[in-house]
Each structure stands twice: as C-alpha cells, then as structure tokens.
C-alpha cells in the first residue's frame, strides 16, 4: 500500500471547515464506532426502550446527546441502488464508494488505503473489535482488500500477510472468528503469537493478558448476541475497553473500529429481542468510549451506521402504541428459544423465557410448529413478538434512507449535517494527520 504523501481531499469541501478549535489542538485518537444497519429506527427505538413510561418527556439516549447529522449510504453498484456492509464499509474506510461485496477496493476493483492503515502508517496504534468474525464485510473493509466479501479465509489472511512498513497493520483483533484463524491449512493464530502478540479465547484470558498487542476470539464464526452472552464471552464495551487499554499505550495515539455487527443480522431476521439486544450492547461501547474520550482533550469519537435494515418500524397496523415492554419480557433471543424448545418439546417452559402473556392462538401456533422444525417455531416466535410488541418490518433486506451519525470529542463538528458516507474517511484522512 503507498502513502506517498496525505490523500488527496476529494470533495475539496473540508478545508473550510477546519476551524480554530480542530486544527489548534492535535487530534490524537479516533474511535469510529458502526452500528451495523442501525437506522433512526433503531436508535430512535433504543430511546422508547429505556424509558419505561411515556408520561412524561422521554430520557434521552447517550446518542441523542451526540447527535451530529445524517449520511447517505448508497454504493456504486452496477445492479443496485442500495449498499450492502461492504461497499458502505468500504466507502466509509476509503472515501470510495464501491460496488456490493467490494472488501477494500475501489469501482474497478483495484485496492485503495483505508483510514486505519493510514493511522498505522503515521505511527499510531490499530485496533479492530466487533461481535461478527473478525473478517466480516464492515471490519474487513478496514483492513483488507478484496473484491469479494465470501473469501474469509483470504481476508483472514491479509490481517497478518498485509504489511505496513514491514509491520503487522491490526494491534488488537477483538471478536468472534476462530474458525478462520485457526484452519487446517493455516494457524493464523499461532503465526500472530510468533509475533509477540496475545492469543485469547474467553473474557477471563482477555483480562488477564498483559500482551500490547492481541488476538482474542471468542467464537468459531459470530458471538452470541448479547442477550444470549454466556460470562466467559466479552461484551462489546468489554472488547472496546480492553482495546483501548492497550492502544493508549502508544504515545502517538491509535485508530479504533468498533463493529455492532449483529444489530443488521436481527433486522435480516426481522427480530426485534435481538435487535433490541445489540442495540443496547453496541449503546456500552459507545459510552465506554465517550468515558474515555471526554476525560481528554486529543480524542474524537464518532458512531454511524452503515446503512439500515428491515425497515424495522415502531408500531404497525395503526396500533398507535408501540410496547417495548413486551422485548424486555423475553429473555432470549427467539433462535435459542425455539431450539431449547425442540429440545424439551415442552410448550411449558417457555414461561422460563416469556413473562408476557401468550393467547391461545399463539400457543396453538407453537404447538403446531413444534412438529415441524426449530426454524419454523424460530418464525412464529418471531411474529408472536412482533405482534404483541406491534413492531412492523418491511424487507429481510437492507433500506435505503439516510442514517444517524453521532460524534463528540475533538473535531466532531466535522461530521455535522448531510455528509455521504465516503466523506467520514476522507474527513478521517485530512485529520488523523
Ligand atoms: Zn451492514
């Protein structure tokens, strides 16, 4: 990769906005956070659930406060006008806009430096947390280049093959993955331990390492969502605490990416108990990383998403009355109940997991599908809590509307109005210098 001298400032439209205050202090870390396929809905959903009345004025959430402006996700694919996670990853680590599936690499498919190489490049310490596989689209698009998404194994291997002045480019690898680290033809793993680096497998291992630089893998492929988080596997504002800790190590700063992966895996699914899950788990580690930031004078921290999903909508059927009382009353997601449940196939305990109240009609349903398959009973889980809760949902796609972004610390006026999503890299180019 060559860093000859400072990207280029493509849109020309960020000079003028580098005022006294972003420009006089140095800015010395960033923490770009992405809800994945967190839209308005989502945070705006995030709102009404951690306020249990709605008598009086609502609370307003860690984001609300934060709030900066909106950006538009659309990629450059030749077939469609809606981004997938890697070309809106890969717009807002590069400032290209790409086709679906592009990890890295710009329209014609050739690779093109990302914001967290450019950090390791000026000398600073990189991290990558999320609660996906490390290797997934919105991470990879960070740290690997790639024209398509589907090859794990090469983007696997391009976080220890991929040298940045003859260094390894990611200090702290934080998330789910081991399956593609550790593979038959290949112990990535073992060959990042020969380079001084940690390797853990579980929070406890994670505390207790002293290494600088780590590998932590908590899952074969993804992390359970939170909700369905057994102690040993981190959260992750755990995850980005830890990351913090070690990058804050190096004098000249450091660039982290913070992934809520899984909160675009629940809107796919249409679930709203997932949903609502990651949202709150991605919502930790973004106020873990405002606590660091706001002690500080030298840190920005930014959280955006890269698109939304599901066209997830607070009430449906013109119920006037959307009940997130109904999500807090489930106590696992829908997947690991339906599974618990075909393995009892007894409708009975599922008052261990549901303290809302089923009607008949429902239990009739998963009665029914208890003879058929746990994916079944998974989707009528699905819609009895869609249902009770009056959560609406368009598409098990991605939408294409305008998303949140939030920031705060230095410089974070930058990101304020109507920005594209290519412009967070390219503001994050001209101020990490
Ligand atoms: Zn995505």
Known sequence: MEFQKTPLHRSGLFSSMMDQRCSEKKL???????????????????????????????????????FVGTQSTY????????????AAGTALATGYKTYNGAIGVNIHGQSVPTVLEYAKYRGK???????????????????????????????????FDERLNGQLKID????????????EDRHLAEEFMKNDY????????????KNERVLGLFAPVELPKQIDRVPAVPSLAQMTKAAIQRLQQNPKGFFLLVEGSQID??????????????????????????????????????????????????????????????????????????????????????????????????????????????DDT????????????STGWTTKGHTGEDVPVYACGLCS???????ENSDIANILFQIID
């Open 265 to 374: 895996w629940a809107g796919h699914e249409n679930d709203i108990v997932g949903a609502m899950s990651e949202v709150k788990d991605f919502e930790a580690a973004y106020q873990e990383a405002v606590h660091f930031a706001l002690d500080r004078e030298d840190t920005l921290v930014i959280a955006t998403a890269d698109h939304s999903t599901g066209g997830m909508s607070i009430d449906r059927d013109d119920h006037y009355k959307w009940n997130p009382g109904v999500i807090k009353a489930v106590t696992a997601t829908p997947r690991v109940i339906a599974d618990r449940l075909h393995r009892t196939k007894d409708i009975g305990t599922l008052k261990n997991d549901i303290s809302f109240s089923l009607d008949d009609e429902d239990l009739q349903l998963l009665r029914t599908t208890l003879e058929m398959t746990a």
């Open 75 to 86: 990629s450059l694919d030749p077939e469609s006008n809606i981004t997938d996670s890697a």
């Open 198 to 209: 940690g390797y853990v497998t579980s929070l406890w291992e994670l505390v207790a390492n």
């Open 172 to 183: 702290v690898m934080l998330g789910g993955g081991k399956s593609y680290f550790c593979r």
């Open 28 to 66: 010395k870390n960033v923490i770009l956070l992405i809800g994945d396929g967190m839209g308005f809905s989502y945070t705006t959903g995030l709102r009404y659930f951690n306020n249990d009345s709605v008598k009086a004025l609502m609370v307003p959430t860690i984001f609300d406060r934060h």
């Open 125 to 159: 310490s990189t991290g990558l947390v999320g609660t996906s596989q490390i290797n997934h689209a919105t991470l990879a698009a960070f740290a690997a280049h790639n024209e398509s998404r589907e090859q794990y194994n090469k983007i696997a291997d391009d976080y």
């Open 413 to 419: 006026h930058l990101f304020s109005g109507k920005i």
């Open 378 to 389: 998974h989707q009528a889980l699905i819609s009895i809590i869609n249902h009770h809760s």
